[in-house]
């Protein structure tokens, strides 16, 4: 189906601007949700251990879980945790006492499939926000409004869904989410139970072994057919960005990026391309060229991972332009083709279309040519060193004519060697993976792994006293943790201090943000009278103003000095510390909840709702049924 006319009220007819949707990060390991909050992403969802649709990703422990969601409620963002697989009957407890963890710690959302559980959910917990999974292949406006009716307050339509059809479905008052980028299934989510049959792991128990991206021969009457490539189920990459205006234009609440199998650079440098294009797309300054993705934007996607790409469904049915049938893996960037072949040196000379650096990944080889395998046809190695002329280099430019040294390229037991007039790809970027991991902060030799459980090891519940008042002797272990966590140019908390100093009483310092929270530090120190030098105003504005390469940005200072106040620096600046912990702290625990009175329900068997509500689907999934709008 196509996009209708533009008409004067959309965006790119000058129209008004609708409102901000989210951008939402996936985060397959604890490294990846800094990853894409610190590069723009609203919201980060991730998976526990157990009860996700991605059971290979690394997923979060438990004590992983808890410090993602305290670390984005710091920054003001959220946190989704998917529990969107299909429960067996005696696993529906656990999945209930997990949710019930979470919902203490404060997430923002749960990503559900199972209609067992979302009965249960919305049952025990009728305000909580329920988000539904793409593998409930929610696809029509009949089904958006039935979910709706049973607590559901967003969607993750099927990726199959025109803009029109996400229009409709929109218009039942339901909240859409839209994959924009990354990986597509073949079938319709949550409906493929290829992987179930062919090697017993099933898709929706978060153990899909993609069967559709291994190499098939096309049979017809027994005789095998021809086909342009072998890998004949497997689909390009989702990629919106050419389009994205569109769908800000219907109004979509959020726009998913897949990805948490990928690793955090490539949620840093996907999350970052959609964050500039979407800010440029909702601005004032908006027109058609800013509207759509920069060449060097675009090269970014590219590198950082593709099987060609796709806009999917949004406007047609693609058919055969969906699919990547001559490479089911990344296929990186053409940079050039074999001049030459220098079998006694095992080197290759290549000319260069684009750049390339010493610690790139580049692969070799003709993306068509039949191999009896299921690997990658081309071969891939690191650059360690090259040449142009005769002199080392460590980068070569568009035009340049460089050796490479590929001993690998030649061991004989690979079978096919480099031939001139090779394609030569580069399928890692050394320099752009550099640059965007100073984003974030990895994880070395599992130090924040181990940062993040001897935190919870720790009392971690800090509150003020009665009167309100922290105190300089209160452990804020968790704010550390948060700052630690951070890298060195992070994402900013907007702050305004207020201090009162006074001879004869304790220093008071208050902080707030920009968000409504607000927390006051009083000094056991009590301020003793001057001698010569008192403690000035300038002074205190000076120190509450500069914290270097912190997490904070300091809007405004206001300072009241009663007297000539004696004042050690090391003391005020301990003081400063700890209140803008404090506020972290009250950041942190104003999303946390108690559980309601009698939390657990009755033993499955005997609650009625399941029985009422959803007849003989305690654990089972829509079947898929032609388009209704």
Not at 510 to 523: I, L, T, W
Request: aromatic residues 8%; neutral net charge.
């Amino acid at each position: 189906m196509s996009f209708p006319n533009p008409n004067p009220n959309l965006i790119s007819s000058g129209g008004p601007r609708p409102k901000m949707p989210e951008l939402l990060s996936p985060a397959g390991t604890f490294v990846s949700l800094p990853a894409g909050l610190q590069n723009g992403a609203d919201a980060v969802y991730m998976g526990a251990s157990k009860f996700g649709a991605r059971a290979y990703a690394g997923n979060f422990s438990d004590f992983e879980l808890a410090a993602g969601i305290d670390y984005a409620h710091a920054f003001g963002k959220k946190v989704y945790v998917t529990l969107n697989t299909l429960y067996k009957d005696d696993e529906l407890d656990e999945v209930f006492s997990l949710f019930e963890e979470l919902y203490e710690c404060g997430i923002d959302s749960v990503i559900v499939q199972d209609l067992g559980f979302l009965a249960r959910l919305s049952e025990k917990y009728p305000n909580f926000p329920i988000h539904a999974s793409t593998q409930m292949t929610v696809h029509n406006s009949y089904h958006a409004s039935f979910l709706k009716k049973h607590g559901v307050v967003r969607v993750v339509p099927a990726r199959e869904n025109s803009i029109p059809e996400l229009k409709a479905i929109q218009n039942t008052g339901i909240e859409i989410e839209t994959f924009v980028h990354g990986a597509l299934c073949i079938c319709y989510s949550g409906q493929c139970l290829f992987s179930s049959l062919v090697g017993s792991r099933s898709g929706n128990r978060g153990k899909c072994a993609q069967p559709c991206r291994k190499r098939y021969e096309l049979l017809a009457d027994g005789k095998s057919v021809s086909t342009e490539g072998q890998y004949l189920l497997s689909p390009k990459d989702l990629n919106a960005s050419e389009n994205l205006v569109k769908l800000a234009e219907i109004g979509v609440d959020a726009f998913k990026i897949e990805g948490r199998m990928k690793k955090p650079e490539y949620v840093a440098g996907v999350v970052s391309v959609y964050r500039r294009l979407l800010d440029r797309i909702l601005s004032d300054s908006f027109d058609a060229k800013t509207g759509r993705p920069t060449a060097d934007e675009i090269e970014t996607l590219r590198k950082l991972f593709n099987r060609d790409f796709t806009d999917g469904y949004f406007f047609a049915n693609p058919k055969s332009k969906l699919m990547s049938r001559k490479l089911p893996y990344n296929k990186g960037i053409l940079i050039g083709k074999i001049l030459s072949v220098d079998r006694r040196k095992s080197q290759i000379t290549v000319s260069l279309i684009s750049g390339l650096s010493a610690h790139d990944g580049i692969s070799i080889g003709d993306i068509g040519r039949e191999m009896n395998s299921t690997e990658d046809p081309r071969r891939g190695f690191t650059v360690k060193k090259m040449y142009v002329g005769r002199s080392i280099c460590s980068k070569a430019n568009t035009g340049d004519m460089v050796d490479i040294p590929a001993p690998i390229l030649f061991e004989e037991e690979l079978g096919s060697l480099p031939m001139v007039g090779d394609s030569v790809y580069k399928t890692f970027d050394f320099e752009l993976h550099r640059t965007l991991s100073k984003t974030f902060l990895a994880s070395e030799n599992g130090e924040i792994e181990q940062l993040i459980s001897d935190t919870f090891q720790e009392k971690t519940n800090v509150t003020p006293a009665a009167d309100s008042f922290y105190s300089s002797a209160d452990e804020f272990p968790i704010s550390e943790m948060i700052e630690k966590l951070s890298p060195a140019d992070s994402l900013k908390i907007h702050v305004s201090f207020d201090c009162t100093l006074s001879v004869g009483s304790a220093i008071i310092v208050s902080v707030s943000d920009n968000m409504g929270h607000s927390a006051s530090v009083r000094s056991e120190y009590i301020i003793e009278p001057a001698q010569k030098n008192p403690f000035s105003k300038e002074q205190a504005v000076d120190l509450l103003s500069k914290l270097g390469s912190s997490i904070y940005q300091v809007d405004s200072v206001d300072i009241s000095i009663t007297g000539d106040c004696f004042i050690p620096v090391g003391e005020f600046k301990n003081i400063r510390n700890k209140s803008l912990h404090a506020l972290l702290n009250e950041k942190i625990i104003s999303k946390r909840r108690a559980l309601p009175n009698s939390s657990r329900l009755r033993p499955l068997r005997s609650n009625p709702i399941n029985l009422r509500v959803f007849p003989r689907l305690r654990s089972f999934q829509f079947v898929f049924i032609p388009k209704m709008i």
